[in-house]
């Protein structure tokens, strides 16, 4: 994830995307929400295996303008204008580690973990009984922290795969709502 200084742009399809598609591209079920959609890459191809998906974001810009379009697009944080409990719920988390969120799209605030705190207290509730959040963060925030996050909150959650890049080593955690 490179820090960008527009902050109503489009985030641009980049590795974190591609190292979520991976993954969720042997996914399947009835019912997917991608939170944080944002060009929508992700949340298309979430319809390929999914019968029933969602994409959010908090930016209403980005969702008008979508570069890979879908159906059912909501403006909201996290799931908060969702009555719903998804198979699959996934988020290539703004993770940044900053003191101040300057980009909506990359910031995390203080420990990248202040706007996935904020994610993750809007999804929990929204996850099936055996349904799975996959969500991406970094060595560059205290990935830890939201893993213990994830685990107080009832989601067995463990690393199920890391990838080394120039600056940081992405991380990959899958949460399974017990
Ligand atoms: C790292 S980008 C990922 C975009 C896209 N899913 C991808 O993987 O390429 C994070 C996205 O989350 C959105 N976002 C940030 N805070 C959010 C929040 N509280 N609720 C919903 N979406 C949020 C941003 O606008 C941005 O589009």
Redesign the pocket.
């Known amino acids: 994830?490179q820090k960008k200084f527009v902050i109503n742009d489009?985030?641009?399809?980049?590795e974190?995307?591609f190292f979520?598609a991976d993954y969720i591209e042997k996914e399947k079920g009835t019912s997917a929400l991608?939170?944080?959609?944002?060009?929508g890459?992700?949340t298309q191809l979430l319809c390929k295996n999914f019968s029933f998906v969602i994409g959010?974001?908090?930016?209403f810009q980005?969702l008008k303008t979508q570069t890979y379009k879908t159906s059912n697009l909501i403006c909201?944080?996290?799931a908060d204008a969702i009555n719903y409990k998804f198979d699959l719920i996934i988020c290539?988390?703004?993770y940044l580690a900053t003191e101040e969120i300057i980009d909506?799209?990359?910031d995390g605030g203080k420990e990248g973990f202040q706007?996935p705190k904020?994610?993750f207290d809007?999804v929990f509730d929204k996850i099936k009984s055996q349904g799975k959040f996959l969500f991406v963060t970094s060595s560059l925030s205290n990935y830890q922290k939201l893993i213990d996050y994830a685990q107080k909150f009832g989601l067995d959650s463990k690393i199920i795969a890391k990838k080394k890049l120039f600056f940081e080593e992405l991380i990959l955690v899958e949460s399974v709502k017990i």
């Open positions: 994830m489009e985030y641009k399809p980049a974190d995307t979520l991608d939170v944080g959609s944002g060009s890459y992700l959010t974001d908090i930016n980005v909201c944080n996290g290539n988390l703004p909506i799209a990359t706007i904020q994610i809007s």
